[in-house]
């Protein structure tokens, strides 16, 4: 699965408090906390509630020598720790957890004595996707296309640079004159203006500001709607930017909605806003990979390089070829097999041809032993003829003639009808073969005497 980090300022909605706490302003050190702010309580059994989605959560906040002991529970384990040190420590870790279930989990931060804490920011972990995807983040700023503002007229930008991307689009509820001067920038007087926005991804993330004019904000995302205070119940007594108003995961990769408004029932403050979304989304691939951004139209959404259609087709394209290559490759072997059992074939009708013209039988030089050429058609020698015909000596009208052996490149296995049958052809060239015949003529020892005339 791909990982990734969350920051909930303390100002942050995603924080309810109980008890005595004060959003501090009227401190030298403010600077060293993140945000330039921070919320402290010296009342014992004053609590800070967090809920949060995923697999683990750190909690920062100050050490300082007269601070005091407090308590942390995650799902009701606890953990027992005190803030006090000898110097002033920030941005320090008060209490962390780790190697939870992805899913929803709640943490209790409370005071136990009547010193001083405080809390800073909560890093949340977690988790989308599957295992071994690469995580996708894009930043959709509020004057991007992508958003919609109803009526279009009743919405300003504020263009501080402490806001995302340096941009903020407001709209007010009811007049009130004196905002002017905090914005800097002109307002609305409507009383039903939204704002919404459609983004593609399994998780999203909603950041504005939060003070203590604001609105309680209804967001509804896919016709689910919740109600949260951007004032943060009283307890933000400054204006605070680039905050986390609210999470959600697990939605699908499929195209959402998501539009924000003012609480028409509770009686909060006037103003409400847009900052940015953060969108969330994998795709298969090492979760190892660096993802590599690409800037949008606008300039303003940042984009992810890359995408599971890209490698699916590239995958398509390598199956096909991968195919051919092979169906290639079977034909070739195809071929040559056939090629090979063809010449073997004409290899051996060509060893049984009668057309050998080094047949033995047909040399010239056997014609002139006396042995007359006869047609193939006509004449045939018997086996015992082929027995003499090997046989060192020969009888041809009662004179004896010595047989030549034959050369190494003559023929012993030819099927010329001069034979008498396929049997008694040898069956491979320089082979020594011998035949025998009961019928064979004894040869003489001796010459007869001459007859006297």
């Known amino acids: ?45 004053a609590a800070a509630n967090i809920s949060f989605y995923g697999t683990g959560i750190t909690i920062y906040g100050g050490h300082r020598p007269d601070y005091g002991t407090y308590q942390i529970s995650v799902d009701n384990n606890h953990i027992t720790s005190q803030s006090s040190a000898g110097q002033d420590a920030f941005q320090q870790v008060l209490g962390s957890f780790s190697g939870l279930s992805n899913g929803q989990h709640f943490v209790i931060l409370t005071s136990t004595s009547s010193s001083p804490i405080d809390i800073d920011f909560c890093q949340v972990q977690t988790e989308i996707g599957e295992s071994g995807s690469q995580l996708s983040e894009s930043m959709i700023d509020d004057t991007n296309p992508s958003f919609t503002y109803t009526p279009q007229s009743e919405w300003s930008v504020n263009d501080k640079d402490y806001f995302m991307n340096n941009t903020l689009q407001y709209a007010l509820r009811y007049s009130h004159a004196w905002h002017i001067f905090i914005f800097d920038s002109s307002y609305t007087l409507s009383a039903g203006a939204s704002a919404s926005v459609s983004f593609s991804g399994e998780a999203v993330a909603l950041y504005g500001t939060v003070s203590q004019d604001h609105a309680d904000i209804r967001l509804t995302l896919d016709g689910n709607t919740v109600t949260f205070g951007a004032g943060t119940n009283g307890f933000a007594s400054t204006l605070h930017s680039q905050v986390l108003l609210y999470y959600i995961q697990g939605l699908g990769s499929n195209q959402h909605t998501l ?4 609480d028409p029932v509770t009686g909060s403050g006037p103003f409400i806003d847009v900052d940015a979304i953060v969108v969330y989304s994998t795709s298969p691939g090492s979760a190892d990979t660096p993802s590599i951004p690409a800037p949008s139209s606008s300039g303003r959404q940042v984009e992810v390089q890359g995408s599971s259609n890209n490698r699916s087709t590239k995958a398509l394209i390598g199956g096909i070829v991968g195919g051919l290559v092979g169906f290639i490759l079977l034909l070739a072997l195809l071929f040559l097999l056939l090629r090979w059992r063809h010449r073997r074939r004409q290899g051996q009708d060509g060893i049984r041809s009668p057309l050998t013209p080094t047949l ?80 064979s003529t004894t040869r003489p020892t001796s010459r007869p005497p001459p007859l006297a005339l």
Do not use: C
């Open 1 to 45: 699965m791909a990982s990734f980090n969350l920051t909930v300022e303390d100002s942050s909605p995603l924080i309810s408090y109980s008890g005595s706490w004060l959003d501090s302003t009227n401190d030298t050190s403010i600077s060293s906390y993140s945000g330039s702010s921070y919320h402290t309580t010296s009342s014992q059994g």
């Open 259 to 262: 539009s924000v408004a003012a």
């Open 360 to 439: 033995p039988i047909q040399d010239p030089k056997m014609l002139e032993a006396g042995m007359s050429a006869r047609s193939n058609a006509s004449t045939r020698l018997s086996t015992n003829s082929i027995a003499s015909f090997y046989s060192p000596e020969v009888e041809s009208d009662g004179l004896a003639q010595h047989s030549r052996a034959p050369s190494a490149t003559e023929s012993f296995t030819s099927t010329a009808p001069i034979y008498a049958s396929h049997d008694a052809v040898p069956a491979s060239h320089g082979r020594n073969h011998s035949m025998s015949s009961n019928n």
